[in-house]
């Protein structure tokens, strides 16, 4: 046996992303990419120094005070980390990582294309041609609606919410946004900023949500905030389904105060989201992908890597977020 540290990974990785874990430590692997119950982590977590997790697999506080003391970092393999109770890791010492950056890009081109699949109703047309429904061509077929040249409303101007706005200057849109505090000049650009998200609400067509889910975010699209959106907008959800009050928002999709919505993220995913939405035209439904390239996934893992590498050797890692 090798003095290798024993990394246990919950989920089947790109094979690049095993094998070079590999070279530099002891793997735990889960070949079939079963999703393990609480009591299984526990039990596999006796035999390793650190855990790469998904989103998939939920760190509570009971949880990490079960973790055995070997546990020195949980790097995981996501940018966000709302399944991780961080002050309970913090407390512990047990360090945990994310990875920001790397799938900006990708997320942000699943936020134009809810945009757009939202805008431009590409469910129902989609289903139409499918189900062999579509039967003819009128001049008001399928009309949807156009983004070129509207008002689109970032809420949380991070990494990937820059990476959109950037995007959808292609389609002269406008940004406004909202954040906690205003981008330097040179990041912002011609954004517009506003202080408040009842502000950025009022004055757009399209939101697209790009915040972490945390205390301070759960259920922030409520149904006050809805209301400030005007009847031919759209809002797109990338981040985490915990953002938006999903009684409220199928209400204002059905009811027509809002037009339509694109989400890639729920409450409850993936069995448990809100049916509602299934029931909906007017909403375009992905199923969490925004990370979800080639190029992304092994970027992601490789950040991961370098995380527990820094770690085990003793010097800080580059994206600790506890
Ligand atoms: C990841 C995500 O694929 O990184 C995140 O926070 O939401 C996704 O894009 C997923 O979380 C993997 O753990």
Same mark, same amino acid.
């Given at each position: 046996?090798?003095?290798?540290?024993?990394?246990?990974?919950?989920?089947r990785l790109p094979a690049a992303v095993e094998q070079k874990? &590999?070279?530099?430590?002891?793997?735990?692997?889960?070949? @079939?990419?079963?999703?393990?119950?609480?009591?299984?982590?526990?039990?596999? =977590?006796?035999?390793?120094?650190?855990?790469?997790?998904?989103?998939?697999?939920?760190?509570?506080?009971?949880?990490?005070?079960?973790?055995?003391?070997?546990?020195?970092?949980?790097?995981?393999f996501?940018?966000?980390? @709302?399944?991780?109770?961080?002050?309970?890791?913090?407390?512990?010492?047990?360090?945990?990582?994310?990875?920001?950056?790397v799938l900006?890009d990708a997320t942000?081109e699943i936020?134009?294309?809810?945009?757009?699949?939202?805008?431009?109703?590409?469910?129902? #047309?989609?289903?139409?041609?499918?189900?062999?429904?579509?039967?003819?061509?009128?001049?008001?077929?399928?009309?949807?609606?156009?983004?070129?040249?509207?008002?689109?409303?970032?809420? &949380?101007?991070?990494?990937? !919410?820059?990476?959109?706005?950037?995007?959808?200057?292609?389609?002269?849109?406008?940004?406004?946004?909202?954040?906690?505090?205003?981008?330097?000049?040179?990041?912002? #650009? @011609?954004?517009?900023?506003?202080?408040?998200?009842?502000?950025?609400? =009022?004055?757009?067509?399209?939101?697209?949500?790009?915040?972490?889910?945390?205390?301070?975010?759960?259920?922030?699209?409520?149904?006050?905030?809805?209301?400030?959106?005007? =009847?031919? *907008?759209?809002?797109?959800?990338?981040?985490?389904?915990?953002?938006?009050?999903?009684?409220?928002?199928?209400?204002?999709?059905? *009811?027509?105060?809002?037009?339509?919505?694109?989400?890639?993220?729920?409450?409850?995913?993936?069995? &448990?989201?809100?049916? !509602?939405?299934?029931?909906?035209?007017?909403?375009?439904?992905?199923?969490?992908i925004g990370s979800a390239t080639y190029e992304t996934r092994i970027a992601m893992g490789y950040r991961?890597?370098?995380?527990?590498?820094?770690?085990?050797?003793?010097?800080?890692?580059?994206?600790?977020?506890?």
């Amino acid at each position: 046996m090798d003095n290798k540290p024993v990394v246990l990974v919950t989920r089947r990785l790109p094979a690049a992303v095993e094998q070079k874990l &590999g070279e530099r430590f002891t793997t735990l692997l889960n070949p @079939d990419d079963r999703l393990y119950s609480t009591a299984e982590l526990l039990e596999l =977590a006796a035999q390793a120094d650190a855990i790469l997790p998904c989103h998939t697999e939920k760190f509570p506080a009971d949880t990490i005070a079960q973790l055995p003391a070997r546990v020195k970092a949980i790097a995981n393999f996501s940018v966000g980390v @709302d399944h991780v109770d961080l002050d309970a890791a913090k407390q512990k010492g047990i360090i945990v990582t994310n990875t920001p950056d790397v799938l900006s890009d990708a997320t942000a081109e699943i936020a134009i294309l809810l945009m757009l699949g939202a805008a431009r109703r590409a469910s129902e #047309g989609e289903r139409l041609v499918r189900n062999r429904q579509w039967k003819d061509w009128s001049p008001d077929f399928m009309v949807g609606r156009q983004t070129t040249g509207k008002r689109l409303g970032i809420l &949380g101007m991070g990494r990937v !919410g820059q990476v959109v706005a950037q995007r959808a200057r292609g389609f002269d849109m406008t940004i406004h946004y909202h954040n906690r505090k205003p981008l330097d000049p040179v990041q912002a #650009g @011609d954004a517009v900023y506003h202080d408040s998200v009842e502000a950025l609400l =009022a004055n757009i067509d399209v939101l697209s949500i790009h915040c972490p889910a945390m205390e301070s975010t759960r259920g922030l699209m409520n149904r006050e905030r809805l209301a400030l959106m005007h =009847a031919d *907008s759209i809002l797109v959800n990338t981040s985490r389904g915990g953002v938006i009050d999903d009684d409220a928002l199928v209400a204002a999709l059905n *009811s027509g105060a809002i037009g339509a919505a694109g989400l890639d993220v729920f409450n409850g995913e993936p069995d &448990g989201i809100h049916p !509602g939405y299934r029931k909906l035209d007017n909403v375009f439904l992905l199923p969490h992908i925004g990370s979800a390239t080639y190029e992304t996934r092994i970027a992601m893992g490789y950040r991961a890597i370098a995380n527990l590498v820094a770690i085990f050797d003793g010097d800080e890692p580059g994206d600790r977020v506890a």
